[in-house]
């Protein structure tokens, strides 16, 4: 399974951006999908996460209310839109499969994840 995660970029805060993660070699639709992020110097943390069915979502605290995640099985894509980002959002942000399929609930800690994507810069500016 490989994962391509895109849309990251320079941005003011405030502002909004999408990310998109494309998911090839699996079945994408069994699996429950995550965002993770790693900021210089810290450890990376869970941002959100989207059953396989897309019927639920789980968002970190930081970002709730701000975030959304989706997917779109069609297409094997999972997708973080980004609204009022801060400058405390600077990260590379990584997308991740959660392990086994049909997983009821997807995690929030990285050992819950099997694969991951390469990671796409995120910056805001202030």
């Known amino acids: 399974v490989q994962l391509q995660a895109s849309g990251g970029g320079l941005v003011q805060a405030g502002g909004s951006l999408r990310l998109s993660c494309a998911v090839s070699?699996?079945?994408?639709?069994?699996?429950?999908m995550g965002w993770f992020r790693q900021a210089p110097g810290k450890e990376r943390e869970f941002v959100a996460a989207?059953?396989?069915?897309?019927?639920?979502?789980y968002y970190a605290d930081s970002v709730k209310g701000r975030f959304t995640i989706s997917r779109d099985n069609a297409k094997n894509s999972v997708y973080l839109q980004m609204n009022s980002l801060k400058p405390e959002d600077t990260a590379v942000y990584y997308c991740a499969t959660a392990y086994g399929i049909y997983t009821a609930v997807p995690g929030r800690q990285e050992y819950e994840y099997e694969y991951w994507g390469q990671g796409t810069q995120v910056t805001v500016s202030s």
């Open positions: 070699g699996g079945t994408f639709s069994r699996y429950g």
């Open positions: 989207i059953r396989w069915s897309g019927t639920n979502t």
